[in-house]
Antibody, heavy 122, light 107 residues
Framework: QVQLQESGPGLVKPSGTLSLTCALSGGSISSSDWWSWVRQAPGKGLEWIGEIFYSGSTNYNPSLKSRVIISVDGSRNQFSLKLTSVTAADTAVYYC???????????????WGQGTTVTVSS | ELVMTQSPATLSVSPGERVTLSCRASQSVSSYLAWYQQKPGQAPRLLIYGASTRATGIPARFSGSGSGTEFTLTITSLQSEDFVVYYCQQYNNWPYTFGQGTKLEIQ
């Protein structure tokens, strides 16, 4: 079955760039699905960051759009998140997830990575 | 941005009871509404999509209803593992947005 696994530094300095990768196994990133990043600040709710299609098309949350780049690497079956100019407010658990499109429509985010904690601190 | 409002923030109920969680959208999202369950320290788990379709492997005690701006998640015969946090999410408009969550507590 499809599995997702996030990886990347757990500590990023203020004003630096947060970089995470999500590796897909058990399936192909070149499918009809969209691939999302979602984050959750400590003790808070879920915030959608953005998504990418295997072709490279993206949709971003306007609240983060000026600082976010999501990219895809089909040859490695993975997609990535870059968030620039980070502050303590970007400290969160970052999840990658699949927004699944079936033959009968969009199913929702049905596969999630386990999440990776990123702390912004000097 | 489309705002999703869940109520109540916390709900105290007893095991075995039935509970209904509410989610309201600031504008119509048609049926593009999903419900997720999140246990402590874990990623969210998809329960319901399309407002009323159970995801693969989800027990029949979970059901969803609604369309437009008003949605509900009903859980019958609450079990101990159900006392966690539930989020609704709309995926009709970008940016996709989540409600703030409803936490089920054991009464």
């Amino acid at each position: 079955q499809v599995q997702l696994q996030e990886s990347g530094p757990g500590l990023v300095k203020p004003s630096g760039t947060l970089s995470l990768t999500c590796a897909l196994s058990g399936g192909s990133i070149s499918s009809s699905d969209w691939w999302s990043w979602v984050r959750q600040a400590p003790g808070k709710g879920l915030e959608w960051i953005g998504e990418i299609f295997y072709s490279g098309s993206t949709n971003y949350n306007p609240s983060l759009k000026s600082r976010v780049i999501i990219s895809v690497d089909g040859s490695r079956n993975q997609f990535s998140l870059k968030l620039t100019s980070v502050t303590a407010a970007d400290t969160a658990v970052y999840y990658c997830a699949r927004m699944h499109n079936s033959d009968w429509g969009t199913v929702g985010m049905d596969v999630w990575g386990q999440g990776t904690t990123v702390t912004v601190s000097s | 941005e489309l705002v999703m409002t869940q109520s109540p923030a916390t709900l105290s109920v007893s095991p075995g009871e039935r509970v209904t969680l509410s989610c309201r959208a600031s504008q119509s999202v048609s049926s593009y509404l999903a419900w997720y369950q999140q246990k402590p320290g874990q990623a969210p788990r998809l329960l319901i999509y399309g407002a009323s379709t159970r995801a693969t492997g989800i027990p029949a005690r979970f059901s969803g209803s609604g369309s437009g701006t008003e949605f509900t998640l009903t859980i019958t015969s609450l079990q101990s593992e159900d006392f966690v946090v539930y989020y609704c999410q709309q995926y009709n408009n970008w940016p996709y947005t989540f409600g703030q969550g409803t936490k089920l507590e054991i009464q």
